[in-house]
């Protein structure tokens, strides 16, 4: 069964805190800016990442790991954010013989307990990231330590 944070209690027994959530295919070449929702949750130990809104919300301080990989065919560009600012971003263009690539991103950032980390779109025109049966975009953080 998977821990559910009960209220109060957002510290996961067993100290570890992980998520892997990929781009649902329907959500392929997304029309907006904002906040990319990785919606199919493959890991989420501790409870911290929301597929409905697309946030990890911080359940433990200390430093984590974040990566993005995103498959692009034409032209994406997307970002870390936490708090609202930028941490890390990738833009990647694969014209103009637009062919499917990969574009990644990482970076180790030190967060405190309901810190929020996302990764944002940067809307029409770098909107080309996807995902197929065979093409994944994901996103993954964890905890160090």
């Known amino acids: ?15 570890t805190v992980a998520f892997t959530a990929k ?4 959500d392929s070449y997304p029309c907006h800016s904002g906040v990319l929702k990785f919606r199919i949750v493959l890991v989420n130990e501790g409870g911290g990442y929301n597929p409905e809104t697309g946030i990890f919300n911080c359940p433990v301080d200390g430093l984590y790991y974040f990566t993005v990989h995103a498959s692009v065919y034409g032209r994406g560009q ?8 930028i941490v890390a971003s990738l833009y990647h263009t694969s014209l103009p013989d637009k062919c499917s ?5 990482s970076s180790v950032v030190k967060l405190s307990k309901d810190d929020d980390v996302w990764v944002n779109i ?6 080309d990231i996807f995902a197929t049966e065979d093409n994944d975009t994901v996103f993954t953080g964890f905890r160090l330590g």
């Not at 997307?78 to 600012?85: D, L, T």
């Open 23 to 26: 781009l649902d295919i329907d």
């Open 78 to 85: 997307c970002a870390i954010y936490k708090n609202g600012e």
């Open 101 to 105: 690539q990969v574009a990644s991103t």
């Open 1 to 15: 069964m998977a821990y559910v944070p009960g209220r109060g209690d957002s510290s996961p027994p067993s100290g």
């Open 122 to 127: 940067m809307g029409p025109g770098k909107n």
